[in-house]
């Protein structure tokens, strides 16, 4: 990506000049293709279920949520279509559809640019939109494969195992033998292109079908509308309805905690840390503070999150962003929301109901939300 902050850098060793040129001139190329098409169009909208599609990656703390009971499962399988098409209704110009996977089918092996399973979804749509022989990108017809809250959703079927006994990984910390490294989520196919195909062919066969039978319009005429603000998320005051201590609070600096390195049963990380974490290891609290020590305040602030590295803090270079967009659009019944990061399935189960009550006639719309 084109983050420009230190924690996105240190990956890649530092700033990479031929994959930015590449995401702004595709951004820039796709802005005046859609302003040579502009047209008059119209909208339809449609709602399905993906069935096993995809997993909860981190069940042990799902089960903290206290609201649990009022779901059946873990993850969300709703899928919103929004399909686009002439004013006349005679010729096809795309579809977006919002649903709920990470996109790692292809695990870290992969040393290959993809576009995972929502990419292959993607392709099969656009294939079957286009005319024959229409390179892949290339058509008219653009279908797009978004995320809606998938911070802890995986598409590997099979779950996370040991992968030199074959066994489960231990519950709460996704460990074997106390070490990430070896759990691994699989499946649902043999290899990892079997699992990206089967788990992009079945949000395709959603996505197709929901199109196909989509009648309901977007109601454009009576309001089509937009917000957008950028947002300091060190200083947000925290009601106290959505704080532990019962008390109004504060947002403070970022901070990357022990669970961060461990990583996920996707891609798992390195060293001794674990997920479920909330305890300190002095040998890492010792070298994190070469970094940035953290101060009181902040560590109260995180708590019980501990500490790894404080990377609001890290000076001079900007580790992580703080001040992040966000922005809602209105398109007649509908209300998308745009965030800045990857929410959970309860967590988006949450922000929906949140916008819900803040809408006076919330029954009649649909709300759905991207990253």
Known sequence: GTGGTALVDITTFGFVKENWEACVNGIVQSIMLAHKNLQLGRIKINVGQVDNANINRSPASYLNNVDRGEYKDNTDHEMTVLRFESIDGKTEIGMI?????????????????????????SYLFEKLKNPPGTLPGQGSFVAAFGQSNEGDVSPNLMGPKCIDTGLPCEFYT???????????AFGPGNNM???????????????????????????????????????????????SRFTSTGHNETTCQAALGYSFAAGTTDGPGDFDFTQSTNSTNPFWQFVAAFLAKPTQQQIQCQAPKPILLDVGL?????????????????????????????FSTMSGRRLKITIQQALQDA?????????
Not at 208 to 220: H, I, P, R
Not at 322 to 342: A, K, T
Not at 363 to 371: M, P, R, T
């Open 174 to 184: 996704s460990t074997c033998n106390g070490k990430t490294e070896k759990c691994i």
């Open 97 to 121: 559809n919002f649903y709920p996977v990470h996109a790692v089918s292809l695990n870290n092996t992969n040393l290959l640019v993809a576009g995972d399973n929502k990419g292959y979804a």
């Open 314 to 342: 890290i000076k001079p270079i900007e580790w992580v962003p703080f001040v992040l967009p966000h922005q809602i659009f209105q398109i007649g019944q509908l209300f998308m929301v745009g965030v800045p990061g990857e």
């Open 363 to 371: 029954v009649s719309h649909k709300i759905c939300f991207f990253f």
């Open 193 to 239: 292109y079997e699992s990206n195909v089967i788990i992009g062919q079945r949000q395709y066969d959603v996505a197709k079908d929901l199109y196909d039978n989509a009648q309901v319009f977007l109601n454009g005429n009576s309001i089509v509308n937009f917000r957008h603000t950028y947002v300091d998320m060190q200083t947000i005051n925290v009601s």
